[in-house]
C-alpha cells in the first residue's frame, strides 16, 4: 500500500520492482518469523518497518514524492525500500528452511527434498537462494502454490492421509503434467466461438499450427498461443500464453504495452528444457513452473533479460504438447530455443480461460495473430497472410 499497489497484485510487481533497487533499508531485526524470541507489541511487523525505514529515507535526503506515484517507481526510493523487502524475505525463507533442516536432522531425518506451498512460493528469487545456499537441493514447487491448488491439496490428503492410498510406485513425475488441468475445448466450441466473431477475423486451419507460429515469431509478430487444457496456477506456462520474439529489445515495452502493465515490469523466457543450460545459469536444470530464476548468459535475449541480469525461467519439455514443437520450429528458424512466454489476459483480469474469452481480448488487441489449437486466427483487416499450404508429396 505504501507503494500504491493493491494486496493482490502487489506482491509480485514488488519482486520486479526489487532488482531495480539496492537494499539500504534492510534490516536484521525485521528477518524471521514474529514468533522468534520475545517481542515488544508492534515490533517486527511491516507497519513498524516502514515507519522505521520512512524516517531513514527523510533522515538521508531521498525525495519522497515518487511514493504511491505508478509512474515513478523505478525512481531511487521506491527501488531501494522494494529491494529490502526482497532481500529481508530471502531472508526468512532462507533462515525458515534451514531451521527445518536442523529440525529434521535433530530427529535422524536426512534429506535433501523440500516442498513448499503457498503464496510465499512464488516469489522466485527466494526460491533460488533457498536452493543455491541451503541445504535442501530438490525442492519441489507445484503451480498452484495459492489458493487455486487448496482443491488439489485437500483431495491428496484424503486419498493419501485418510483412505491412507499407497503412493505410485515409481512415479516421480513433477513435470508439466501436473500443472495442465483445467478445461480442453473441442473443435465444436471453437467454431461456435469464432462464429460469434466472424466478422472480426479471418480463420484458417493449419496442418502444423506450431511452425506457422515459429515463423511469426521470427518475424517479429506478437501471438497468442491459445492449446488443450489451461494452467493450474498464476503462471501462464504455454497453453493459455502470449508469446513474442526475446532478441528485440523493444518486445519488452510492446508486450507491455499489449497487456496494460507497467512498463518497468519483466517478462520470462520459456526454453527448450534440454538447452537451458546453455543460455541460463545458476537455476535448477528443470524449472517447468517459472518458480526460480536464472542469470541470462546470452546477450541476444534483451526482452527477457531483467535490470539484474536475471530471468524467471521456465523449461519445457514435449510433455508440454505443441508448444514445445513451437520452441523447436522457433530454434531451428532463428538459433534460439528460447522465447518471451506471458500470461494471455489483460489488466486486472484472469487468464483467458475459453475460446471465447482468447477471442475477445484478441480482436480488441494489438496482438499480430491468435492461435487456437489448429487454427490460426488474423484480425480482418489485418494485411497478414495465411502461409501456403505444403506440397502434396509422392
Known amino acids: 500500500r505504501l507503494f500504491g499497489f493493491d494486496m493482490m497484485s502487489g506482491p509480485g510487481k514488488l519482486m520486479g520492482l526489487a532488482a531495480y533497487g539496492k537494499p539500504r533499508f534492510a534490516a536484521p531485526d525485521f528477518t524471521g518469523n514474529f514468533n522468534d524470541g520475545p517481542r515488544k507489541p508492534g ?13 531513514e529515507a527523510r533522515r538521508k535526503g531521498y525525495d519522497l514524492s515518487p511514493l504511491g506515484d505508478l509512474t515513478r517507481l523505478t525512481e531511487p526510493l521506491p527501488a ?30 536426512n534429506t535433501v527434498n523440500l516442498c513448499m506451498t503457498g503464496g510465499t512460493a512464488l516469489n522466485c528469487p527466494a526460491n533460488t537462494r533457498a536452493l543455491n545456499q541451503g541445504h535442501f537441493t530438490d525442492i519441489f514447487i507445484g503451480p498452484g502454490s495459492i489458493d487455486s491448488g487448496l482443491s488439489i491439496g485437500a483431495a491428496q490428503a484424503l486419498y493419501y492421509n485418510i483412505l491412507e492410498a499407497a503412493p505410485f510406485e515409481g512415479n516421480k513425475d513433477t ?21 460469434r466473431h466472424g466478422d472480426r477475423v479471418r480463420v484458417e486451419r493449419l496442418p502444423d499450427p506450431a511452425a506457422a507460429a515459429a515463423a511469426l515469431l521470427a518475424e517479429d509478430k506478437v501471438i497468442g498461443w491459445f492449446e488443450g ?8 506456462l504455454g497453453h493459455r500464453s502470449i508469446l513474442a520474439n526475446p532478441m528485440h529489445a523493444d518486445n519488452w515495452q510492446r508486450v507491455n504495452d499489449i497487456k496494460g502493465r507497467e512498463p518497468w515490469r519483466p517478462f520470462a523466457p520459456a526454453v527448450l528444457e534440454e538447452k537451458a543450460a546453455e543460455w541460463f545459469t545458476g537455476g535448477p536444470s528443470s524449472s517447468p513452473f517459472m518458480l526460480f530464476t536464472a542469470q541470462v548468459a546470452s546477450d541476444r535475449l534483451p526482452a527477457i ?50 475460446p471465447d474469452d482468447a477471442l475477445g481480448f484478441f480482436v480488441g488487441s494489438d496482438l499480430n495473430a491468435l492461435f487456437l489449437e489448429d487454427r490460426m486466427v488474423l484480425h480482418a483487416a489485418s494485411d497478414l497472410q495465411f502461409p501456403e499450404p505444403p506440397s502434396p508429396t509422392a
Open 43 to 55: 515490533d517486527k511487523t511491516a507497519q513498524h518497518w516502514a515507519a522505521l525505514a520512512m524516517h
Open 80 to 109: 531501494d525500500l522494494a529491494a529490502s523487502v526482497q532481500h529481508m524475505f530471502e531472508e526468512t525463507i532462507l533462515g525458515a528452511t534451514e531451521a527445518l533442516h536442523g529440525l529434521l536432522r535433530q530427529n535422524g531425518i
Open 175 to 195: 513435470g508439466e503434467s501436473c500443472a495442465f488441468l483445467g478445461r480442453e475445448f473441442g473443435d465444436d466450441a471453437i467454431d461456435a466461438a469464432l462464429s
Open 229 to 236: 487444457r489451461s494452467e493450474l496456477g498464476p503462471r501462464a
Open 305 to 354: 533479460t531483467h535490470r539484474d541480469g536475471s530471468a524467471r525461467v521456465q523449461t519445457v519439455s514435449p510433455r508440454v504438447g505443441r508448444f514445445y514443437d513451437l520452441l523447436r520450429h522457433f530454434e531451428r528458424i532463428s538459433g534460439v530455443p528460447v522465447v518471451l512466454n506471458t500470461s494471455f489476459n489483460g489488466p486486472g483480469e484472469p487468464i483467458v480461460e475459453t
